[in-house]
């Protein structure tokens, strides 16, 4: 890795977030980890602040979260169509839901590259690193 | 002019007597007239004569007398009368005295005397001429001889009548001998002119009796005498008008198609037209006695025709007419032929027989005819009679035949001699006296089931031959027509008795099949229907169902329009369709099966047939399989979300205590550590809450059997107010309650409590920023459940976006509201635990109405 990964994480739960946090540093103790609980305001930081999100951002996306799920959270990203956002993020599902639908769905959409279940573990993290580089 | 009949005996018939008669007649009486007006012409003038010469000489006398009788000169006197005597016929003359003597007189002898006669008395004394005597004898005129006017004597001249009858007499003889000699010239004129007539009148007479005899062509010749000539002119006129209409005659006779003969008065046969001629193959000119050369038998009685019993002979002799009398004869040439025979008398004005006319008309041919058109009547009427038994559809075939093979032999040329037998699966019938015989006629018999059989005809005699041995071509015709006949109606018979059980067979399957038939025609008038069909439709329309109606027009208006859309489908189609329907019988809601087929004739559609089934069963078994299904995948849907939500809440915690025991796995600084310690007890907590939850859920669902008791909603609220009643007051929140519908009902004591206070909270919690929550209970009966009511004048929920989720477990809407968003989902799950049903109807910033039916 050439320069300092940056990560969003969209979780509505404060622990969960915190957890996933510490995992990726210690992996990455340099990355730019920004945290959301709510996902609006991913929502609006992804828009407003795109140049920030390049080269690539990879993405960490909860389903299950109160006022907007994940998936919805994805629709509204395809609306938005900055062509620099959609390019420079690299959106995982991270779930607790073990429903096959929901792994199949995230198969399906060409916006989302993998579905992993929580916990957030060094593996994953470093399994997603190196896809980023590679 | 007539002659009176004494006359007419008198009057001769002969011409030349007549014409003597006339001539004479004439003569004599003309003569006779003559003489006798001569005579008296004659008679009367000689006396007129005589008078006149008499009273002349009177008159002079007594002239002359005058003077001498007044002188008395009697001497005068008598040299006068004296001078007078040589006159001619002069009887006497005399003078008289006035007092009547005879002073002179031509008779000297009677001078002085006084005539005393009566004559002489007879003068009277007046100054005139009297005429004394007139007769036959004598004239006497007396003159008075006057002197100054005075009678002083008389003359008396008397003349003599007598020659004059002499003179008259010897006319009178002349006058006969004339007459008599006139009569001879008259008799001899007459006879010479009668004589001529007479011989041309004979000659016409001849001429006659020439044409009578037969010569031809003789005419009466001419003659001097214009009238006789007129007469000898017109009769040859007439002559030949007769010729030319006998020559008619005998042309017309000639070529009639009838046999003519002419018979004279002798009864012997003058002519024979062409006819005749040919019917005969000659003829023969004979008399009555030779008849019998025409051979000749009667048609009835089949005896031969004698000489005397010939129409002609009976004409003839008894003046009889014969009217077509039927013969069967022998013409010369050996035919025989069949004739009709008539013969009239002809007579002449005296009704005396003066021959006889003969007609024979050749009915051969007709009597062969009507031969023929007999034996076909025969063969026809068995034909009519077999058929008409073969009609009879009550009656067994056995009897059927004998009846037939009975009534055969009369169509035959021979019936008498004719017998009948039919064979038909292996039957024998005959008809009486059938015998085995060489001479038959056979047709054969087969019938569409295999059956075979057999009519025979025999004849028990010889006959002449025929087409077919003694048989006609037409009987050949007969026979075989008959035996097609029978098999005809047998193979109907046959079929009939095969449809009448299949008949029988699909009334059967028809009247006990479960599903309603119902036939229309092309015009979709009734047919026909079953009692299923007829028992749904009279239950369902109330009126009778009758055939021949337009089932249209028989509908319930409202349905017709669907209806006659879809028979007008299939018509159009000619595929048949179904469709289901629901239909009120008797109050009680039905679900038909309605299956319309076309009834297809040659391609045609000639009408429908409608086959109604009830599913009703089978349909409300659906519909309650449907809800089973729906509910159970309701349920199935629940029970996932149920699933798919736990172990999200489940795998939440459990998956941050996992993260958080690897990262506690590292080497950590003391804070750090904490930090994460503190969370995994966190996340444990929560695990173990989950789990408490799913507990009391769990439990909720196995607390059926918690025993049921009648709970009163007002009573049931106004526990729940209480308990709550410091929110109730903090919020400012109103709860009104209408029971009135349903006070109460028998249900689960906690868990109806529970749902109560549920929906009251949410309604507190959820209320509308604006305004101070108003709830609304109200409870209703409906179809025998409890419906319940809660409305509120809340915030209001997007059904669009969150409908389905309302009731879903860890749901929340507004999650800066406490409540971990499972208090819909219980209250679900209890009512639905009650067997009931909920619903929700909101409007965002109004309000929110649950519905609950128990």
Same mark, same amino acid.
């Given at each position: 890795?050439?320069?300092?990964?940056?990560?969003?994480?969209?979780?509505?739960?404060?622990?969960?977030?915190?957890?996933?946090?510490?995992?990726?540093?210690?992996?990455?103790?340099?990355?730019?980890?920004?945290?959301?609980?709510?996902?609006?305001?991913?929502?609006?930081?992804?828009?407003?602040?795109?140049?920030?999100?390049?080269?690539?951002?990879?993405?960490?996306?909860?389903?299950?979260?109160?006022?907007?799920?994940?998936?919805?959270?994805?629709?509204?990203?395809?609306?938005?169509?900055?062509?620099?956002?959609?390019?420079?993020?690299?959106?995982?599902?991270?779930?607790?839901?073990?429903?096959?639908? $929901?792994?199949?769905?995230?198969?399906?959409?060409?916006?989302?590259? $993998?579905?992993?279940?929580?916990?957030?573990?060094? $593996?994953?993290?470093?399994?997603?690193?190196?896809?980023?580089?590679? | 002019?007539?002659?009176?009949?004494?006359?007419?005996?008198?009057?001769?018939?002969?011409?030349?007597?007549?014409?003597?008669?006339?001539?004479?007649?004439?003569?004599?009486?003309? %003569?006779?007239?003559?003489?006798?007006?001569?005579?008296?012409?004659?008679?009367?003038?000689?006396?007129?004569?005589?008078?006149?010469?008499?009273?002349?000489?009177?008159?002079?006398?007594?002239?002359?007398?005058?003077?001498?009788?007044?002188?008395?000169?009697?001497?005068?006197?008598?040299?006068?009368?004296?001078?007078?005597?040589?006159?001619?016929?002069?009887?006497?003359?005399?003078?008289? =005295?006035?007092?009547?003597?005879?002073?002179?007189?031509?008779?000297?002898?009677?001078?002085?005397?006084?005539?005393? &006669?009566?004559?002489?008395?007879?003068?009277?004394?007046?100054?005139?001429?009297?005429?004394?005597?007139?007769?036959?004898?004598?004239?006497?005129?007396?003159?008075?001889?006057?002197?100054?006017?005075?009678?002083?004597?008389?003359?008396?001249?008397?003349?003599?009548?007598?020659?004059?009858?002499?003179?008259?007499?010897?006319?009178?003889?002349?006058?006969?001998?004339?007459?008599?000699?006139?009569?001879?010239?008259?008799?001899?004129?007459?006879?010479?002119?009668?004589?001529?007539?007479?011989?041309?009148? =004979?000659?016409?007479?001849?001429?006659?009796?020439?044409?009578?005899?037969?010569?031809?062509?003789?005419?009466?010749?001419?003659?001097?005498?214009?009238?006789?000539?007129?007469?000898?002119?017109?009769?040859?006129?007439?002559?030949?008008?007769?010729?030319?209409?006998?020559?008619?005659?005998?042309?017309?006779?000639?070529?009639?198609?009838?046999?003519?003969?002419?018979?004279?008065?002798?009864?012997?046969?003058?002519?024979?037209?062409?006819?005749?001629?040919?019917?005969?193959?000659?003829?023969?000119?004979?008399?009555?006695?030779?008849?019998?050369?025409?051979?000749?038998?009667?048609?009835? =009685?089949?005896?031969?025709?004698?000489?005397?019993?010939?129409?002609?002979?009976?004409?003839?002799?008894?003046?009889?007419?014969?009217?077509?009398?039927?013969?069967?004869?022998?013409?010369?040439?050996?035919?025989?032929?069949?004739?009709?025979?008539?013969?009239?008398?002809?007579?002449?004005?005296?009704?005396?027989?003066?021959?006889?006319?003969?007609?024979?008309?050749?009915?051969?041919?007709?009597?062969?005819?009507?031969?023929?058109?007999?034996?076909?009547?025969?063969?026809?009427?068995?034909?009519?009679?077999?058929?008409?038994?073969?009609?009879?559809?009550?009656?067994?075939?056995?009897?059927?035949?004998?009846?037939?093979?009975?009534?055969?032999?009369?169509?035959?040329?021979?019936?008498?001699?004719?017998?009948?037998?039919?064979?038909?699966?292996?039957?024998?019938?005959?008809?009486?006296?059938?015998?085995?015989?060489?001479?038959?006629?056979?047709?054969?018999?087969?019938?569409?089931?295999?059956?075979?059989?057999?009519?025979?005809?025999?004849?028990?005699?010889?006959?002449?031959?025929?087409?077919?041995?003694?048989?006609?071509?037409?009987?050949?015709?007969?026979?075989?027509?008959?035996?097609?006949?029978?098999?005809?109606?047998?193979?109907?018979?046959?079929?009939?008795?095969?449809?009448?059980?299949?008949?029988?067979?699909?009334?059967?399957?028809?009247?006990?099949?479960?599903?309603?038939?119902?036939?229309?025609?092309?015009?979709?008038?009734?047919?026909?229907?079953?009692?299923?069909?007829?028992?749904?439709?009279?239950? =369902?329309?109330?009126?009778?169902?009758?055939?021949?109606?337009?089932?249209?027009?028989?509908?319930?208006?409202? !349905?017709?329009?669907?209806?006659?859309?879809?028979?007008?489908?299939?018509?159009?189609?000619?595929?048949?369709?179904?469709?289901?329907?629901?239909?009120?019988?008797?109050?009680?809601?039905?679900?038909?099966?309605?299956?319309?087929?076309?009834?297809?004739?040659?391609?045609?559609? &000639?009408?429908?047939?409608?086959?109604?089934?009830?599913?009703?069963?089978?349909?409300?078994?659906?519909?309650?399989?449907?809800? %089973?299904?729906?509910?159970?995948?309701?349920?199935?849907?629940?029970?996932?979300?149920?699933?798919?939500?736990?172990?999200?809440?489940?795998?939440?915690?459990?998956?941050?205590?996992?993260?958080?025991?690897?990262?506690?796995?590292?080497?950590?600084?003391?804070?750090?550590?904490?930090?994460?310690?503190?969370?995994?007890?966190? !996340?444990?907590?929560?695990?173990?809450?989950?789990?408490?939850?799913?507990?009391?859920?769990?439990?909720?669902?196995?607390?059926?059997?918690?025993?049921?008791?009648?709970?009163?909603?007002?009573?049931?609220?106004?526990?729940?107010?209480?308990?709550?009643?410091?929110?109730?007051?903090?919020?400012?929140?109103?709860?009104?309650? &209408?029971?009135?519908?349903?006070?109460?009902?028998?249900?689960?004591? !906690?868990?109806?409590?529970?749902?109560?206070?549920?929906?009251?909270?949410?309604?507190?919690?959820?209320?509308?920023? !604006?305004?101070?929550?108003?709830?609304?209970?109200?409870?209703?009966?409906?179809?025998?459940?409890?419906?319940?009511?809660?409305?509120?004048?809340?915030?209001?929920?997007? %059904?669009?976006?969150?409908?389905?989720?309302?009731?879903?477990?860890?749901?929340?809407?507004?999650?800066?509201?406490?409540?971990?968003?499972?208090?819909?989902?219980?209250?679900?799950?209890?009512?639905?635990?009650?067997?009931?049903?909920?619903?929700?109807?909101?409007?965002?910033?109004?309000?929110?109405?649950?519905?609950?039916?128990?």
């Amino acid at each position: 890795m050439v320069h300092a990964a940056k990560f969003l994480l969209v979780d509505d739960d404060p622990i969960n977030n915190s957890i996933c946090q510490a995992v990726i540093r210690s992996v990455y103790p340099d990355a730019n980890i920004i945290t959301f609980e709510k996902p609006e305001e991913a929502l609006q930081f992804v828009t407003h602040s795109a140049t920030e999100l390049l080269p690539s951002t990879t993405l960490f996306l909860d389903l299950n979260m109160p006022e907007l799920s994940g998936w919805e959270f994805l629709d509204e990203l395809k609306k938005i169509n900055i062509a620099d956002v959609l390019k420079s993020l690299r959106i995982y599902i991270v779930s607790s839901s073990v429903d096959g639908r $929901d792994k199949s769905k995230a198969a399906e959409d060409s916006s989302v590259i $993998d579905f992993f279940s929580k916990p957030v573990t060094k $593996d994953i993290v470093r399994t997603v690193g190196n896809a980023m580089n590679g | 002019m007539t002659i009176p009949p004494p006359v007419r005996s008198f009057y001769p018939s002969r011409l030349r007597n007549q014409l003597m008669l006339g001539i004479c007649t004439v003569l004599v009486v003309l %003569m006779s007239v003559f003489v006798y007006y001569m005579v008296k012409r004659q008679q009367s003038f000689l006396k007129q004569q005589n008078l006149v010469q008499a009273r002349n000489l009177a008159h002079d006398l007594s002239m002359n007398a005058s003077t001498y009788v007044v002188t008395n000169e009697f001497a005068m006197l008598d040299k006068l009368l004296q001078s007078y005597k040589p006159y001619p016929n002069l009887r006497y003359a005399m003078v008289l =005295s006035a007092n009547g003597r005879v002073m002179s007189h031509t008779d000297n002898k009677l001078v002085g005397l006084t005539p005393n &006669d009566d004559v002489s008395r007879s003068l009277k004394s007046e100054p005139q001429v009297q005429t004394l005597v007139e007769n036959n004898d004598v004239l006497d005129i007396a003159a008075p001889v006057m002197s100054d006017g005075e009678i002083v004597g008389w003359v008396r001249v008397g003349f003599e009548q007598r020659y004059i009858l002499q003179n008259l007499d010897a006319i009178q003889r002349n006058g006969i001998l004339y007459i008599l000699f006139a009569l001879g010239v008259g008799v001899i004129v007459s006879l010479l002119i009668a004589n001529r007539l007479i011989r041309e009148l =004979s000659a016409l007479v001849s001429t006659v009796e020439k044409i009578r005899t037969g010569k031809q062509n003789v005419r009466a010749s001419g003659s001097r005498t214009m009238e006789i000539n007129n007469l000898a002119q017109t009769f040859n006129q007439m002559l030949d008008e007769i010729s030319a209409n006998e020559h008619l005659l005998e042309m017309m006779m000639e070529n009639m198609p009838v046999g003519v003969f002419t018979l004279d008065e002798k009864g012997i046969i003058v002519s024979a037209n062409n006819a005749a001629r040919e019917l005969w193959n000659g003829a023969e000119y004979v008399g009555i006695e030779n008849f019998e050369v025409y051979k000749a038998w009667f048609v009835d =009685s089949g005896k031969r025709v004698q000489a005397h019993e010939w129409g002609g002979a009976v004409a003839i002799e008894r003046g009889e007419k014969t009217l077509n009398q039927e013969i069967e004869v022998e013409a010369f040439d050996g035919s025989r032929k069949f004739v009709l025979n008539s013969a009239i008398p002809l007579r002449d004005e005296h009704e005396r027989i003066i021959g006889a006319v003969v007609i024979n008309v050749d009915i051969t041919e007709r009597k062969k005819l009507a031969h023929q058109v007999q034996e076909r009547m025969k063969e026809l009427r068995t034909i009519y009679r077999t058929s008409k038994i073969l009609q009879n559809e009550t009656d067994n075939l056995n009897t059927l035949l004998q009846k037939i093979v009975d009534i055969l032999p009369a169509g035959w040329q021979y019936p008498e001699v004719c017998a009948a037998k039919i064979e038909f699966d292996n039957k024998v019938f005959t008809s009486p006296n059938y015998q085995a015989s060489d001479v038959k006629q056979v047709a054969e018999i087969i019938t569409e089931d295999g059956k075979t059989g057999f009519i025979s005809v025999i004849y028990t005699a010889e006959k002449p031959a025929e087409a077919e041995g003694p048989f006609l071509k037409e009987e050949r015709d007969l026979i075989d027509t008959l035996a097609e006949l029978f098999e005809v109606q047998y193979n109907k018979r046959v079929a009939y008795n095969a449809l009448v059980r299949s008949e029988a067979n699909l009334l059967a399957v028809f009247e006990n099949t479960d599903v309603g038939h119902l036939l229309l025609d092309r015009n979709l008038n009734v047919v026909a229907f079953n009692r299923r069909f007829q028992t749904g439709y009279e239950k =369902s329309l109330q009126t009778p169902l009758e055939v021949e109606q337009n089932y249209l027009q028989r509908l319930a208006p409202e !349905s017709r329009e669907s209806v006659s859309q879809h028979y007008a489908e299939v018509f159009r189609t000619k595929q048949p369709i179904e469709y289901d329907t629901k239909l009120d019988i008797d109050g009680v809601e039905k679900y038909l099966t309605i299956n319309v087929a076309p009834v297809l004739n040659r391609g045609r559609v &000639d009408g429908l047939c409608v086959s109604v089934s009830d599913i009703t069963r089978r349909k409300l078994l659906e519909l309650e399989r449907e809800k %089973m299904i729906a509910d159970l995948m309701q349920r199935n849907t629940d029970l996932e979300q149920f699933a798919y939500i736990v172990s999200h809440n489940l795998r939440t915690p459990v998956a941050n205590i996992i993260g958080l025991a690897g990262l506690l796995d590292d080497a950590l600084p003391e804070a750090t550590r904490k930090q994460y310690l503190s969370s995994l007890g966190a !996340s444990v907590k929560r695990l173990d809450d989950v789990i408490k939850d799913l507990n009391e859920i769990l439990q909720v669902r196995r607390q059926v059997n918690e025993n049921k008791v009648q709970v009163d909603f007002n009573a049931l609220v106004t526990n729940i107010k209480t308990s709550i009643s410091q929110l109730l007051e903090r919020t400012n929140t109103e709860i009104q309650t &209408d029971f009135a519908d349903a006070t109460g009902m028998l249900t689960i004591s !906690s868990y109806i409590n529970s749902i109560f206070y549920n929906f009251i909270s949410n309604s507190i919690k959820y209320a509308h920023p !604006s305004r101070t929550p108003k709830i609304k209970i109200s409870s209703a009966t409906e179809d025998s459940r409890v419906v319940l009511r809660f409305a509120d004048n809340g915030a209001g929920i997007d %059904m669009e976006k969150h409908g389905k989720h309302v009731f879903g477990l860890y749901k929340r809407f507004d999650v800066a509201k406490e409540g971990k968003g499972i208090g819909l989902f219980m209250t679900k799950t209890q009512v639905e635990t009650l067997g009931g049903k909920i619903n929700v109807e909101s409007k965002p910033g109004v309000g929110t109405e649950f519905i609950v039916t128990l």
